[in-house]
């Protein structure tokens, strides 16, 4: 590393006003807030939904995990390029034994048809129940995550809003998806399974949290994705048509659609509007694409790049890695945040992966001032999120229950998310953030006991 040029203290002058749209101030936040209540209230109502981006999908998840659960549960979890298969065998004393294995879903079938995609899963998991030596004249009774936009209408029945994290299947949107993956395991005769409920990831970190502690009322997750669902009470959730004799159901708020009429226009970067114009669902997810994993590393090459055109970084010149769609994947930035202050072990890695031989000092601290500003905006819009709900509730204790890689992998997400909801929260709500165990492996295998418990 070429050290000669500047000391650090100087260096971030050079791109703060870059960066400084990435820099969101309280009052910014508040305005969010308010915007994302309106929403969320809409999305709830019978009258107003139909016109709320944010749709507040009632999961039909009534009851919470009691620690009675008992006997063995088979969990799918399919959010992403790969998906889970698991037996999961609950026993005494929240004891549970788990068997899981990592499948691929190839390319083409991400982008093929809906029948070819279900018999694929359907493969997979006659293979995993052979593999494991699992009861095939026993019926087994699995949970389904499924960590796409879902219109549920019961716990087995959710129908497709709309692809994301790079799925483009074109004929499964608006079909119920349980059905399709029930018809694909009928088809195959040498397996029994009854798909007993359907949720997506953050139903299954709420329950997996739930599991361990009563009090979780919130699951979040930050990864590929970001979504939060959350307790509230039935006679809020008016599209609600399940069991109105119990208090409450777990309501998906998919609040990555949040801005998608244009409310997030005025923080929106250009490199915000650059991603989602090159991206599979233009105008869609805008808040996801500000937030998630999916895009957080893109935002930062992007910004790299504007700045090597301005000849501000890197003497100007452009490596073909840095110059390739994709290429700065987001666990680089966990990277490069995890070097102590004025070390640079990580990041001379990363930059060396990009073609980047020999950055200056400034260089350095200027890719981990990018890296900062952008993962700092994320945590303080996931607040955002959180702290309308936990305000919206008005609980005076909640745990939030959390999975996701950005949230697991990055040395500051937590702390910065929590101080930021404890700014933006009314000061009488206690809340904490619990990293789930497997939420939407565990948390399914949970909805399916819970199910087949009552």
């Keep these: 590393m070429n050290s000669a040029d500047s000391s650090s203290s100087a260096v971030n002058v050079t791109i703060t006003d870059e960066c400084m749209d990435f820099k969101l101030t309280n009052e910014q936040l508040l305005k969010l807030m308010d915007f994302l209540d309106e929403d969320v209230r809409n999305g709830l109502g019978i009258e107003t939904n139909p016109s709320s981006v944010v749709k507040c999908f009632s999961t039909y998840v009534q009851d919470l995990p009691n620690g009675t659960e008992r006997g063995t549960f088979l969990a ?8 889970r298969v698991l037996s999961i065998t609950f026993g005494e004393n929240r004891h549970c034994h788990m068997d899981s294995k990592i499948f691929k879903v ?16 359907a493969k997979c998991l006659a293979e995993f129940i052979k593999k494991y030596k699992l009861d095939t004249e026993t019926v087994l009774p699995l949970g389904f995550t499924f960590s796409f936009p879902l219109q549920q209408t019961g716990l087995t029945n959710g129908y497709l809003i709309s692809w994301t994290k790079g799925f483009a299947c074109a004929d499964v949107i608006g079909r119920d998806v349980v059905l399709m993956l029930k018809k694909a395991i009928w088809a195959r005769k040498d397996i029994k399974i009854d798909v007993v409920g359907i949720l997506n990831d953050t139903t299954g970190t709420l329950m997996s949290c739930a599991w361990k502690n009563p009090n979780t009322k919130i699951g979040l ?15 809020n959730a008016e599209l609600f048509t399940g069991d109105h004799t119990k208090p409450h159901v777990i309501v998906n708020s998919e609040w990555g659609a949040f801005g998608d009429d244009g409310k997030l226009d005025a923080i929106r970067t250009i490199y915000d509007r650059e991603i989602d114009e ?27 790049i504007d700045l090597v055109n301005q000849g501000k970084l890197f003497e100007g010149r452009l490596s073909e890695e840095m110059n390739t769609k994709g290429a700065f994947d987001t666990t680089f930035i966990s990277d490069i945040e995890n070097d102590p202050r004025g070390d640079y072990t990580n990041m001379l890695l990363v930059l060396n992966k990009m073609g980047i031989n020999d950055p200056s000092l400034v260089d350095c601290v200027n890719v981990r001032y990018i890296c900062e500003c ?72 949970l909805v399916a006991a819970v199910a087949s418990r009552n």
């Design 278 to 304: 090159a991206s599979l669902n233009p105008g869609k997810q805008r808040f996801e694409k500000m937030i998630s994993g999916m895009y957080m590393g893109e935002i930062v090459r992007l910004v790299i």
């Design 76 to 83: 799918l979890d399919l959010g992403g390029t790969n998906f």
């Design 221 to 235: 997750i930050v990864g590929t994705g970001c979504n939060a669902c959350y307790v509230e009470k039935v006679e």
């Design 374 to 445: 952008v993962s700092t905006r994320s945590a303080h819009l996931v607040s955002v999120g959180l702290a309308v709900l936990l305000n919206k509730m008005d609980e005076t204790s909640v745990t939030i229950g959390v999975d996701g890689s950005v949230y697991r992998l990055h040395p500051c997400f937590h702390k910065l998310v929590v101080e930021k909801t404890r700014e933006l929260t009314r000061s009488y709500i206690n809340f904490e953030l619990m990293l789930s165990e497997d939420g939407s492996g565990r948390g399914a295998a």
């Design 106 to 121: 190839p390319s083409h079938i991400q982008t093929g048809s809906g029948n070819d995609l279900f018999n694929h899963i």
